[in-house]
């Protein structure tokens, strides 16, 4: 963003804001218009999109609103996240005798469900733009879906085969400790979620933007908080079934 | 988006698509422009900026690349990112025992470190815009800092009440199943954990893109998946420390 830092166009500085914001307000512009007469977005606790920048509206409140005013208005976003992502120790919980007797579901949960949000990310990045430029049109759908299904399909063997060697690189660790009860129906069974997190991914992190733009007319952008909360409790559930189903709970 | 669809200024295109895709490629403008001879971005796997959507360029990439290219692009950046989210697995690892003994750890950890990785997020977002509409200017930084070290004080405060709830409606079921032990040292480790996760996130996810934008010239937007793959190793690094130091390994 550096190099527009001076660009005095009001429709660039506009577009920017937009979009910069994304990532937090899950509205349509219209929805902001709506709400005008207020100028923070309740949901998000960020300043509404209307504001024009010249007239310094946002300085000011960003200024002369008190830490209390901020707080209110971040906090009710953060809540509902944390309530959502609370759905996922739901789903642990119910999975804890399988946890506790294979520790080593709990040592590669991070990076796993992280690797699912990356490439989930990456897959509605690449749908997001080609829908700001056009290069996906409506009578392409079919088209993107399909060769995005066979990138996911390549990309999660790729890295289903890293992630067994870095389990792997763990099992020697342990070997070398003595103990080396179940660690190969536990390597296929991170291995396998590994696959499933990735493809699934890519498929709903191409799929939601498709369907918030072409279906429910939304910005796809907004895919972006959407897909990682989704993916994140996907994730979770895909290990603890994988895994249940592998190594018997 | 889609109120910018129509926008035929070719600026507003470039914006949007160099915006857009902040996200996934760790590039400032000025890199992308000298391997402008070659038209992907190795390391991300996305098309180069410094394409004019009308030539469409991107359009034909899209298309014509093969499945298999595409996956050699895209690859290289999730690869890198499944290594640095590996590194969450050896601090886990060493805590093993810990983790082991105490499962509730496990079945709060994806929750814990999806509300850091939100809060980050939010204040990234913030100060990325605020950068984009001049609010924050270079002798304002230690102000918001401070403003921000108070917000997030106030928001770690808030979320770490409603996370103890949350361990609370857990523990409630396990009471009902006759087993107590413990609970209050898990509920206060687990709830201190997540007010530093919080805490820490706000401070990072402001200072980060500060610190690429005012110290290093950087793109300030680069600080999202930044502070994404940051939170993530520091949010288990946290977890993990606390909860030794309250429960004992």
Known sequence: ??????????????????????????????????????????????????????????????????????????????????????????????????????????????????????????????????????????DKIKKVIWKEARIGLVLSLILCVIGAVRVLVHDVFKLVNGSSDQILPELFALTLSLFLIVWISVIIGTGLPLFLHFVLKWDPANAGPTVAVMMDIMGVFIICLVCATVLGT
Do not use: C
Not at 16 to 21: R, W
Not at 71 to 100: G, N, P, Y
């Open 1 to 138: 963003m550096t190099d527009e830092k001076d660009n005095t166009n009001e429709e660039v500085i506009e577009v920017v804001s937009d979009v910069v914001v994304v990532g937090e307000a899950p509205h349509t512009p219209s929805n902001l218009t709506e709400d005008g007469d207020d100028n923070f977005d309740e949901k998000s606790g960020l300043i509404a999109q209307n504001i024009k920048p010249e007239e310094n509206i946002i300085e000011d409140q960003y200024w002369e609103s008190s830490v209390w005013k901020v707080v209110r208005q971040r906090s009710t976003w953060l809540i509902f996240l944390l309530f959502i992502q609370s759905f996922s120790s739901f789903i642990l919980a119910s999975f804890e005798k399988l946890l506790s007797k294979h520790v080593i579901i709990t040592l590669f949960l991070t990076m796993l469900i992280g690797t699912g949000g990356n490439t989930g990310a990456q897959s509605t990045v690449l749908v997001v733009r080609g829908l700001a430029t056009g290069v996906i049109t409506k």
